[in-house]
């Protein structure tokens, strides 16, 4: 009988692609990953990697192997939640990732809804960047997380993790208010229905320099992309992940950015012009396949969609 804790093991070698990756993610040394992993081998009674130097990769076998594996992991969690569902009362610790907008406007109203219907519950929210969700689900890290995607960066499906929309927000491109050149280039642009077209604006300050997240992050990939796609490449100055913080910096004249609805939401600042793009970033509820209808899961959920602020779109439809 194969082992389902070497499954798990087998399953994130094949998404971080290194037995060191595997180790870091797991909280495991590197020699009882390669351990664990040998014993895997003998129990399927053939190879399932190929070792190349330092690096391996896995064999057709292997890869097989994996998508049973994600198979096995889904109908565990599947089972988890309906044992969950039998007991009486929700209880016990739920870990929950969420990025900083969200947990500003979103979160805070929902753990306060979910505490008066199931005080025996525990969330535990920790700061989590969506590019890094995917793997806290798998690893056991996190057991519910809010993701987003915008127009130029879609999220990637990632095999074992599903998805359900949550809302919809619009982006703005924030300049100083004082930016006179811009604002007489955009006078002659294109306009649409809500106001002159995207890729003008953007090109409108092509030569001022830009406010963007840290790299690696979506929302950095985001601005890089949208100019990019209005023909130029942005001179970065400054690279922040609070929203607040690079409006403070636009307001202090040290350049541009593009934010979200929720980044700009509350008293308008006379120093930031504000000019809204065709452009959406989409938050998601995220969590491992087969935990939908885990009472928990499903109970977050439902509050944090109870709190989603009215000026917000929300999905017609689930995914």
Not at 1 to 18: C, F, I, N, P, S
Not at 177 to 205: D, I, K
Not at 241 to 269: I, K, N, S, Y
Request: glycine share 6%; hydrophobic share 50%.
């Amino acid at each position: 009988m194969l082992d389902v804790r070497r499954l798990r093991l087998l399953r994130e070698l094949a998404r971080r692609g290194t037995i060191a990756a595997v180790a870091e993610a797991l909280a495991f040394s590197p020699s009882a990953v390669s351990q664990q992993l040998a014993v895997l081998e003998r129990e399927a009674g053939l190879p399932l990697l190929e070792r190349t130097g330092r690096r391996v990769r896995l064999t057709p076998a292997g890869q097989n192997l994996v998508r049973h594996a994600e198979a096995v992991l889904e109908r565990l969690e599947q089972a988890d939640a309906d044992l969950a569902e039998a007991r009486s009362g929700l209880a016990g610790g739920l870990r929950v990732g969420a990025f900083p907008t969200a947990i500003r406007a979103i979160v805070p109203a929902a753990l306060v809804a979910l505490a008066r219907r199931h005080p025996g519950l525990e969330p535990m929210v920790s700061e989590t960047d969506p590019a890094e969700v995917a793997h806290a689900l798998r690893a056991g890290d996190l057991d519910v997380a809010l993701i987003h995607e915008y127009d130029f960066v879609p999220a990637p499906q990632e095999p074992g993790i599903a998805t359900r929309p949550l809302y919809r927000e619009s982006m703005y491109l924030a300049a100083p208010a004082h930016a006179a050149p811009a604002q007489a280039a955009l006078a002659e642009a294109t306009t649409t229905a809500l106001g002159p077209e995207q890729g003008a604006v953007l090109r409108a300050h092509a030569d001022a320099p830009w406010i963007t997240a840290t790299p690696g992050t979506l929302c950095h990939a985001m601005t890089l992309r949208a100019c990019q796609a209005a023909g130029f490449t942005p001179r970065i100055r400054h690279r922040v992940d609070e929203f607040p913080t690079m409006l403070a910096l636009v307001a202090a004249g040290q350049g541009v950015a593009v934010v979200p609805q929720l980044g700009v939401m509350g008293p308008a600042d006379p120093a930031v012009s504000l000019t809204r793009l065709l452009m959406e970033r989409r938050t998601k509820i995220a969590f491992r396949s087969g935990a939908a209808a885990h009472p928990a899961v499903a109970a977050f959920g439902a509050a944090l969609r109870a709190a989603v602020p009215p000026e917000l779109a929300t999905p017609t439809s689930p995914e």
